[in-house]
């Protein structure tokens, strides 16, 4: 089992800045993949960033350019920096894990970004 706990969120106006962190525990050994998802108001879920154990990125369009995915092995977290937020950014941010046989989910975190 993996278990995720996701800080970071809350109010920030358009064109600041936020930095979410995902820290895991449990059988981290398992985990080949960490994502950030985010789900606005009666929307679908979406991938917003995905990093891998051997240190690849890749971001969703929406984002590229403004948010970037980090992790630090050490301290078994996963950090998405966000920049230049929008209205549109605001949303539940989630982070998953990807195990052997199974994805993980943290509780999500609050994102609101206000003109």
């Known amino acids: 089992q993996v278990q995720l706990v996701e800080s970071g969120g809350g109010l920030v106006q358009a064109g600041g800045s936020l930095r979410l962190s995902c820290a895991a525990s449990g059988t981290i050994s398992s985990i080949n993949r960490m994502c950030w998802y985010r789900q606005a108001p009666g929307k679908q879920r979406e991938l917003v960033a995905a990093?891998?154990?051997?240190?690849?990125?890749n971001n969703a369009d929406s984002v590229k350019g403004r948010f970037t995915i980090s992790r630090d092995n050490a301290k078994n977290t996963v950090y998405l920096q966000m920049n230049s937020l929008k209205p549109e950014d605001t949303a539940v941010y989630y982070c998953?894990?990807?195990?052997?046989?199974?994805?993980?989910w943290g509780q999500g975190t609050q994102v609101t970004v206000s003109t």
């Open positions: 998953e894990a990807d195990g052997l046989l199974k994805g993980y």
């Open positions: 990093t891998t154990t051997g240190g690849s990125t």
